[in-house]
């Protein structure tokens, strides 16, 4: 039996990286193999909405499996659960939920730009009412015991960035043990740049942490993020999935303890074939039906494409399932010559997690 470290969260003073909640893509497989490649301190399970009753304790093991392995992926990285909604009281319920199925800390999402979610009453649209985010966060810190962490991921705002501070005052008064800021408002969508600068005053204004997040492609981004924060925590979304390397890249320049050595970037077919096979087992495990890696596997590869430069990446468009995209890949990793170094497998930074 492996045995983890105690769990860390976001603790002042000790830097920290953590996986972004993703939904539709950061899905137990994928939160498995980043925690495979290693880097991250903990991560966050996509969204759950809470709209009418709250959920009973299988949704939750359901949405979030690694809740039945002691909220940690199989390598040892601590999941935290996620609660999107408006109703202080509903949310209240979800969250002792939550606590009954396994939950070691609870994120409330007050950053989702998704028109469906805004328009019933949950995410970003919170952001215009301030004394609604001390309100639910105060319930959902009622509601989870005093050791657990509740902590909430905000936006500069909804259409102001000068929102960001009545609004990260009013979760840190409800009890948010951090915040993580994605450093946009939510009428500028995922539209690059992210405004990092506001987090500077933010944070040294609050007496809790402040996790910086939005457009940390780079170890050389994440310096300026740094830069310009002054934040020692640190949320990576699309690049870590862009760059399976970052989060190692990220921990090593974070000083993070299990770091391990720098990796090559993942750009071609060759260092893709070993992410996608190991990927593809880690969600027949998990169960998933062939239709959908096939179309997760593909979401991927076309995050990875961000810049349009693997020009490998239209060969595969035509795949039909995923044992068909890697013998297409393996028939390409003779024309693209992968970089120096090795992708490897099997870290978990959770047992080298900063100590409290
Ligand atoms: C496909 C996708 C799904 C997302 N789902 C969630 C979610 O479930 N909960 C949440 O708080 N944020 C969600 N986000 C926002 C990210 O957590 C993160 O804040 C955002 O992508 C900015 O970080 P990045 O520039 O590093 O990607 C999502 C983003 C993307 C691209």
């Known amino acids: ?72 992926t199989a390598t040892g990285l601590p999941v935290q659960v996620q609660l999107l909604g408006g109703d202080p009281g509903k949310l209240a319920q979800a969250a002792r939920a939550a606590i009954r199925a396994g939950a070691l800390a609870v994120d409330l999402n007050f950053g989702c730009p998704a028109r469906t979610v805004n328009r019933h009453d949950g995410g970003a649209t919170l952001l215009q009412y301030p004394d609604r985010i001390r309100a639910i966060v105060a319930a959902v810190r009622a509601a989870v015991p005093a050791h657990l962490p509740v902590s909430a991921k905000l936006r500069l705002g909804w259409d102001n960035i000068d929102a960001i501070h009545v609004n990260a005052e009013r979760a840190a008064e409800g009890g948010a043990d951090w915040i993580t800021i994605h450093a946009r408002t939510k009428s500028q969508g995922y539209r690059p740049p992210a405004y990092w600068k506001p987090l500077a005053e933010v944070r040294a204004r609050l007496r809790i942490p402040v996790v910086a997040n939005g457009e940390i492609w780079t170890s050389a981004d994440l310096r300026r993020c740094r830069d310009e924060t002054g934040c020692q925590h640190f949320m990576l979304g699309r690049g870590a999935l862009a760059d399976p390397t970052l989060g190692r890249k990220a921990a090593r320049e974070l000083g993070l303890p299990g770091a391990g050595l720098p990796q090559p970037f993942a750009r071609t077919p060759a260092e893709w074939l070993p992410l996608l096979s190991r990927y593809g087992e880690l969600c027949r495990a998990a169960e998933m039906p062939p239709a959908y890696i096939l179309c997760r596997v593909k979401q991927w590869l076309r995050m990875n494409n961000h810049d349009g430069k693997q020009v490998w990446f239209d060969n595969l468009k035509g795949c039909r399932d995923l044992g068909e995209l890697l013998r297409c890949l393996d028939g390409l990793a003779a024309d693209f010559p992968p970089s120096p170094g090795e992708l490897c497998f099997g870290h978990s930074d959770a047992a080298g997690e900063p100590a409290a």
């Open 1 to 72: 039996m492996t045995n983890f470290a105690p769990t860390r969260w976001i603790q002042p003073g000790v830097p920290a990286l953590v996986l972004a909640p993703m939904e539709g893509v950061a899905d137990v497989a994928m939160r498995a193999l980043l925690s495979e490649l290693g880097g991250f301190t903990f991560c966050v399970a996509e969204f759950l909405r809470i709209s009418q009753a709250a959920p009973g304790v299988r949704v939750f093991q359901r949405h979030v499996p690694e809740l039945l392995q002691g909220g940690r």
